[in-house]
């Protein structure tokens, strides 16, 4: 969308006050409605515009057709057929036991919406992470404005047409733009605010959401570490890491960001590691139908600024390593001897390079993790229950994969999210309806009750009575 294009602060007010104005409306629609509307968005995503997500994915990454289906359209349609499967569950009055010193009354939790809700999405995942937040939105009953990103402009076009065949504007709309247009849409007071990006860009958005007293959901990243003791299967773990590290050229907040082996299993996983990657992607993944690229040329200079200065601060690149000079491509990369005052070591790499640290004792790796802040996810293999619980006990971290990573994503039973710098509130499933309804707890009066008792005057015998009270109910 050029400039000219891009809605200005008076015409996105425009579609707040309209959605505003509709939100109850919409919330009072029987929940068959949103059942319907559900389904309309499954067909849509998994028939209708299917092969324009693929292209538009292909034309903004170079994402292959297959991971397209794998990581964008299927974690879409689980996550609606989830919701159609369990929202007459989620919606019902949910009656709760009330304490016997409020006998002759009853209680009840009522799921109600938000109101009107902004979803602001990122470039790497944009249909999985535009859509996944709406359909708990939806289902939940809000209206909705969505914010995707402009750095994916031809994949932000299909999702507003996609949207557009299916909801009016006062229901759910879709707002491109760059920067100045999320700066405008977070000066509004929106009931909820659900946001997924770097812990820096969710920082700005929390202290906008403030001034309103705005909720919001923060999905965010950070450094995400694997752990591979002595015990592992070193084929399993490479095959797997490999593959939760590579896709999408490493462009995913939960990809395995950094690896702890242990001393006695480096080799042999540095060893394994190569032939995975050659598997995957053949002689060269910059030439592979089956290897993304990175989004643009802004984000590939990162990465490989990144990768240069861990080179000359020591770390040696035991496979890959290839950037390539007339694209965005940049081969699947792993490290060893790497500094732990390197750049790769101290920001989020969001790129296909692997560090690993070989180390001695467990307790010096949970130490150092430690000192981080908290990772959206840890990764673990191993196949000790005491190294396992050890290490569960003793870090903190979003979400937690043994023997795997990154599937964790894809379960909708499972709350998806972070904690502190790597997010705020979880998604997915019942969680992601919570996180855009409120949760209201209804007491119904049905015969006097013993609290009418104990009201002024305050008697010596109602002293007694609520001394009773205090002690035995």
Known sequence: MSKKEQLDLESIQAIFNAQKANQFKVASLPISERKRKLKALKKAVEVTYR?????????????????????????????????????????????????????????????????????????????????????????????????????????????????????????????????????????????????????????????????????????????????????ASIKTAAKRIAWGKFVNAGQVCIAPDYLYVHESKQDELVTEFKKVVHTFYGDSANNSTNYAQIVNLSHKERVGIMLEEAKKEGAMVVCGGTIDAHSNYIEPTILTNVSMESSVMQNEIF??????????????????????????????????????NYILKNTRAGGTCINNNAIHFFNNNLPFGGSNNSGIGKSHGVFGFQEFSNARGVLKQHIPGALEMLMPPYTNFKETLINLTIKWF
């Open 51 to 231: 092969t324009l997500i693929q292209e538009a994915l292909f034309k903004d990454m170079s994402k292959p057709k297959a991971e397209v289906d794998l990581t964008e359209i299927f974690p879409v349609t689980s996550e609606i057929k989830y919701a159609l499967s369990h929202l007459n569950s989620w919606t019902r009055k949910q009656s709760v036991s009330t304490p016997i010193a409020f006998m002759g009354s009853s209680s009840s939790i009522q799921y109600e919406p938000k109101g009107v809700c902004l979803i602001i999405s990122p470039w790497n995942f944009p249909l999985n992470l535009t859509i996944g937040p709406l359909v708990s939105a939806i289902a939940a009953g809000n209206t909705v404005i969505v914010k995707p990103s402009e750095m994916t402009p031809n994949i932000s076009g299909v999702m507003k047409d996609l949207l557009a065949s299916i909801f009016n504007e006062d229901e759910v709309a879709t707002i491109e733009g760059a920067v100045q247009t999320s700066t405008d849409l977070l000066t509004l007071p929106f009931n909820h605010i659900f946001f997924t990006g770097a812990p820096s860009i969710g920082k700005i958005v929390m202290a906008a959401a403030a001034k309103h007293l705005t909720s919001v959901t923060l999905e965010l990243g950070g450094k995400s570490p694997t752990i591979i003791d002595e015990t």
């Open 351 to 388: 790129g296909p390079i692997l560090p690993i640290i070989p180390y001695k004792n467990i307790s010096e790796v949970v130490a150092a993790i430690n000192a981080k802040e908290k990772p959206l996810a840890l990764y673990v293999y191993s196949k000790s229950k005491t190294n396992t």
